[in-house]
């Protein structure tokens, strides 16, 4: 059974930072692609950052520049640094997972979510 498990959300001023983290679990051989989305209130669910096993990332426009994906293979973890936090950036972060290679075959998952709110 693979499991993803976020942390590290939370409440931020504008301009803050805030480090978001997620864990994969389970009798894992190799995940292809980790990736951040988030959703707001009203809004569909965009995606934010990914970041493919060979380090290959995309942004979305709206964070490029202020956010950074990172990951590491070996914890099956991946994480996203958020600087220059702005009231828009308030959802719910969601960790992806694709193209999970596991004893149970390949599949894709989600986390259940880490609130992230910028308010002063």
């Known amino acids: 059974q693979v499991r993803l498990v976020e942390s590290g959300g939370g409440l931020v001023q504008p301009g803050g930072s805030l480090r978001l983290s997620c864990a994969a679990s389970g009798s894992i051989f190799r995940i292809n692609t980790m990736a951040w989305y988030r959703q707001a209130p009203g809004k569909q669910r965009e995606l934010v950052a990914q970041?493919?096993?060979?380090?290959?990332?995309n942004y979305a426009d709206s964070v490029n520049g202020r956010f950074t994906i990172s990951r590491d293979n070996a914890k099956n973890t991946v994480s996203l640094q958020m600087n220059s936090l702005k009231p828009e950036d308030t959802a719910i972060y969601y960790c992806?997972?694709?193209?999970?290679?596991?004893?149970?075959?390949?599949?894709?998952?989600w986390g259940q979510g880490t609130q992230v709110t910028v308010s002063s």
């Open positions: 992806h997972a694709a193209g999970v290679v596991s004893a149970s075959g390949m599949y894709d998952y």
């Open positions: 970041i493919t096993r060979g380090a290959s990332i």
